[in-house]
Structures are given as structure tokens and as C-alpha cells.
């Protein structure tokens, strides 16, 4: 019922009261659709007591299942872009650095301007589309910056006998800090090596480089190509030691 109505009392199916009122279906569709001259109950009223009939049809009800777009749908699109676009703006941001200069990955941030979608959430469309603008932004330093910090932090730790070069430092941008991971190389004299083992076997060679500290492993190249006799050159000059870390 759309509005209250007063229905006078009775007594008997010869004298009942009527009244007439507006009603609207609870649902839509066409099963609330209801053909003239239909009789339905009142409430928890019995039939016996109080009965409703409608004159006219119940009618143009109908429904159908549609395709619309949700809002969790259109969160995600969003939230899947921006993780794209900032993926593609921390590429660009790497290839406009000069070769001295790193990014700080962690401080990589993106902030959109706009997002345009092409349908609203509740919109009958089987798909959506967002055209979503952004800036994407982050901190950069520079390698020397680094190496000279390392520097600071770590010589005094230094061992006697070993030497910190830069192309031994090494790091990793944390969220609130910087790893750094150092290789130490033994302080050598490259050409007193080279006397040392002029003339030697392979394997002698290898034996005498293994009393030097840190000492790991040896690789030995021969140009062109032939080890006479299993021997290095005679003449030091023609000996080039170069070290590193591992």
C-alpha cells in the first residue's frame, strides 16, 4: 500500500466494506506482474477477515541481466596502470642519468594528475579503458659520492697489507639505509710478482701467487695462445698481473 487506508467494519461476505487504495509492487520484473481480478492477502490478515483484489492489470514490469562496470574493477584497472607507469618511468629516469650519476630505486615515486575512464562505475559497458596521466619522480647520486662515503665509513677497518678500491665497492639502496658490501684486495707490487715468476711452470706460477694474502685462484692466458713448454716468458716485462676481487 502505497498510502494508509480506513476499512469500516462488517459483518458477512454480504455486507463487506470496501475501500480502494494505490499500491506498487515490492519488486520489478515481470514476476510482479499481476493479471485484473487477482486476490491477495492483506498483512497477516486472514482472507476470511480482509482480502485484496486489484481492478486493473499489474503490468510493464520486466528485467534483464546486465554487464556494468563495478567500482572494484575500476580500482583495479588504476591500481594495475600505475604499477605499469612506474615501472616505465623509473626506465626513463635510469636512461637520462649520466653514467655517473645512480638512482636511488627506493625513492621512486609516482603521483597521477588525471585519470580518465571511459565508462563511470555503474555504467552498462562489458569493458573499461583509463587514460591515466602521472609524474613519476626520484632521488639520484652520484658513484663518487658513494665511493667516497664507503671511503669514510670503512678505511679505518682496512687491514694492514690489504687496500680499498673503488671498483671493489659495492651497495644496496635500502628503505631507510645503504648496504654496502666491500672487497678487500692485498697490497701487491705487480711487476716484483712478474720477476717472481718469470720462467715458472703454470702450476709453479700458481703455487707461488697462493702465498700472497687473499689469494683465491689464478687465471693464466697466454697470447697467442701457446705455453712453451708449460712456461711463462722469461722476461718479466712480458708478464701483466692485474688483481681483483671474487
Do not use: C, W
Not at 546486465?66 to 629516469?93: E, H, M, R
Amino acid at each position: 500500500m502505497d498510502n494508509d487506508v480506513q476499512v469500516a467494519s462488517a459483518s458477512g461476505a454480504a455486507s463487506a466494506a470496501i475501500v480502494k487504495g494505490n499500491v506498487t509492487a515490492q519488486g520489478f520484473g515481470a514476476d510482479f506482474n499481476l493479471a485484473a481480478g487477482t486476490f491477495f492477502s492483506v498483512g497477516n490478515y486472514s482472507t476470511t477477515d480482509l482480502q485484496a483484489k486489484n481492478d486493473s492489470d499489474f503490468s510493464g514490469g520486466s528485467s534483464q541481466d546486465v554487464v556494468a562496470v563495478a567500482k572494484d574493477d575500476a580500482d583495479s584497472l588504476k591500481t594495475d596502470l600505475i604499477v605499469q607507469l612506474t615501472g616505465q618511468g623509473k626506465d626513463n629516469l635510469k636512461s637520462n642519468l649520466s653514467r655517473d650519476n645512480l638512482l636511488v630505486e627506493n625513492t621512486v615515486n609516482i603521483s597521477p594528475t588525471s585519470a580518465d575512464y571511459d565508462h563511470q562505475v555503474g555504467d552498462q559497458a562489458a569493458t573499461v579503458k583509463l587514460r591515466l596521466t602521472a609524474k613519476v619522480t626520484a632521488l639520484s647520486v652520484s658513484r663518487k659520492n658513494i665511493d667516497d662515503l664507503a671511503r669514510q665509513l670503512f678505511q679505518s677497518q682496512v687491514p694492514s697489507g690489504y687496500i680499498l678500491n673503488d671498483d671493489q665497492i659495492d651497495f644496496v639502496f635500502g628503505q631507510n639505509d645503504t648496504d654496502f658490501m666491500i672487497n678487500l684486495l692485498p697490497v701487491v707490487k705487480p711487476d716484483d710478482l712478474a720477476n717472481k715468476i718469470s720462467g715458472m711452470t703454470e702450476t709453479e706460477a700458481k703455487k707461488y701467487l697462493s702465498r700472497v694474502p687473499g689469494f683465491v685462484d689464478a687465471q693464466i692466458k697466454v697470447t697467442p695462445g701457446i705455453l712453451a713448454l708449460h712456461f711463462l716468458p722469461h722476461l718479466a716485462k712480458n708478464i701483466s698481473i692485474s688483481l681483483s676481487g671474487k
